[in-house]
């Protein structure tokens, strides 16, 4: 392959790669737990949008409860979040995990 086709197949990808980061910022995702007391919503640039707690989750005598619940629900959607831009970045590198993209 010559020097200039290469170089125009990567000039491709990054504009791709601009795009997807765009557009992956633009999609959430949601985790829920405690049977739908605690939720968290993420972006796919691993942002945290929102918390939501239900007033039945608050159990002045058990903090901790509280504690983990929320760590496990943010937890669980960047994780989501991390799995979808894998999951994209995969589709645009063919597969090819190139270290230091995302």
Do not use: H, W, Y
């Not at 990567?10 to 980061?21: H, N, S």
Request: glycine letters at 10%; hydrophobic letters at 40%.
């Amino acid at each position: 392959m010559g020097i200039n086709k290469m170089m125009k197949q990567v000039q491709k990808i990054q504009a791709e790669m601009v795009r997807l980061q765009e557009e992956l910022g633009e999609r959430t995702m949601e985790a829920t737990v405690g049977g739908g007391v605690v939720t968290a919503v993420a972006n796919g640039k691993q942002e945290l949008l929102s918390i939501t707690i239900k007033p039945e989750a608050i159990d002045p005598d058990d903090p901790e409860m509280l504690q983990d619940l929320v760590l496990t629900a943010v937890n669980e959607v960047l994780r989501q979040s991390r799995e979808m831009v894998a999951e994209e970045m995969g589709k645009l590198t063919g597969g090819i995990n190139i270290p230091g993209i995302f």
